[in-house]
């Protein structure tokens, strides 16, 4: 197994996380549009309920094959030829809808094709930034992403709303389109260095993937922590999908306060990716996640308090601050700790547990919001989510790294 950083590699990684944000955006934009277009053609939840699960479900699904795919093939490839296979079905989509064939139904399959990319290339990224990046370099370059992910969830919101307010979704989707190809050339200028595994084209992706699973299995604080993620975020995950709902009941159903909710926690997460990526968190990467968590379940607390709006908005932004200061030292550590040839592996596993979690938490605390106050949710959930992160403190193999 090899692995070289390019002497370089400020610039490559320039041209990567440049590369990454132009397709981002495109993505993103058609994501929401389609969202918007859905719910206005045909203010059915049920409509919108299987479009969230053709968001979900291929991403489960493929993150088990993906992994043995990042780590056996080029991941750069991988990562273009995703872009370019959703870009493909967008443009067949677009051509569908410029002949006349406008019907709902068709957006489900570029869902589910779109789905299905996101869960190849989201590992796949987290996997190749630390072919290119020096490791001291990487709380850095992982909080720079996280911050232009959480710039795109700021602005795509408005803009899908103000394209598909002015032009018709066709347009939209040939932006996506454009930003694809555009972001496909750049990714051609990269230079990766290959990670080479005698033998392992000769082994079955069966084989391969079972290899994953006895890697978490040895490695006993990778499978902790990544145990702890998915609980966490399972008990966050009313802080995710429940607020709009709280919101228009608690405080008045005005389009503008779910908007401005939104925008509040994506200006949060921005601010928090620029923080972590300029701080780096303690030496202690644990100790960075681990208060992150006791502020996030804290600031829950405080969503579930807030006697008035405003103050709804000061906990939802400091909760977005909290997030990147969460997840980004959890992709660092185990771009750290694993090794180079099983990051393709262990980021897709991590990938589908995260994909899991949100519709678990649907399921769990979707029912509750009917039965008990939102309010009630939220406080409980926050104080879980604080008895997480004091128990993994006290865990010695967890606090290990």
């Known amino acids: 197994m090899t692995t070289n950083i390019n002497s370089r590699w400020k610039s490559q990684i320039t041209l990567f996380l440049t590369a990454q944000t132009i397709s981002l955006f495109g993505s993103s934009l058609v994501q929401y549009a389609i969202i918007w277009y859905i719910t206005l053609q045909t ?34 490839k991988l990562i273009m030829l995703a872009d370019g296979v959703i870009a493909g079905s967008t443009l067949m989509l677009t051509v569908l809808f410029c002949a006349g064939f406008k019907d709902i139904v068709l957006l489900y399959p570029l869902l589910l094709i779109r789905a299905a990319g996101t869960g190849i290339q989201t590992p796949a990224v987290n996997a190749l930034i630390p072919q290119i990046v020096p490791q001291d370099k990487l709380m850095k370059v992982n909080g720079i ?5 959480s710039l795109m969830m700021f602005l795509s919101p408005a803009a899908g709303g103000v394209m598909l307010s002015i032009a018709p979704l066709e347009t939209v989707f040939i932006i ?25 084209e000769l082994r079955s992706n069966w084989y391969e993937m079972k290899q994953g699973f006895m890697y978490m299995k040895e490695h006993t604080f990778i499978k902790r922590l990544l145990m702890f993620l998915f ?8 802080s995710a999908f429940l607020t709009p709902l709280m919101v ?64 709804y908005l000061a906990a939802n932004f400091l909760i977005g601050i909290t997030m990147p200061c969460f997840n980004s030292p959890i992709t660092v550590l185990l771009q750290e700790r694993v090794e180079p040839h099983m990051h393709g592996r262990v980021f897709s596993l991590m990938h589908m547990s995260n994909s899991c979690a949100l519709p678990l938490g649907i399921m769990l605390f979707g029912p509750l919001g009917d039965v008990i106050h939102i309010e009630d949710i939220l406080i409980g959930c926050g104080c879980l989510v604080m008895l997480c992160a004091i128990l993994a403190y006290r865990h010695s193999r967890l606090r290990m790294n």
Not at 56 to 62: A, D, G, K, N
Not at 231 to 238: A, C, G, H, K, Q
Request: charged share 10%.
């Open 176 to 200: 996506d389109v454009i930003t694809a190809i555009v972001g496909i050339i750049i990714m051609l200028t990269i230079k990766v260095p290959t990670i080479t595994r005698p033998g392992s």
């Open 248 to 311: 228009s009941r608690s405080f008045g159903a005005e389009v503008w306060r779910l908007t401005i909710s939104e925008m509040t926690f994506s200006a949060g997460a921005l601010l928090g990716g620029v923080l972590i990526a300029s701080w780096g968190g303690f030496r202690n990467r644990m100790h960075t996640i681990l208060l992150a968590c006791t502020l996030y379940g804290l600031l829950m607390i405080g969503l579930g308090i807030a006697p008035v709006f405003i103050m």
């Open 231 to 238: 609980l966490v975020l399972i008990l966050i995950s009313p």
């Open 145 to 149: 992403n996280g911050s232009i992910s």
């Open 43 to 76: 203010s059915s939840g049920m409509m919108l309920m299987v479009s969230t699960v053709c968001g979900f479900l291929p991403q489960i699904v493929i993150s088990l094959f993906a992994g043995v795919w990042i780590d056996r093939y080029n991941r750069k």
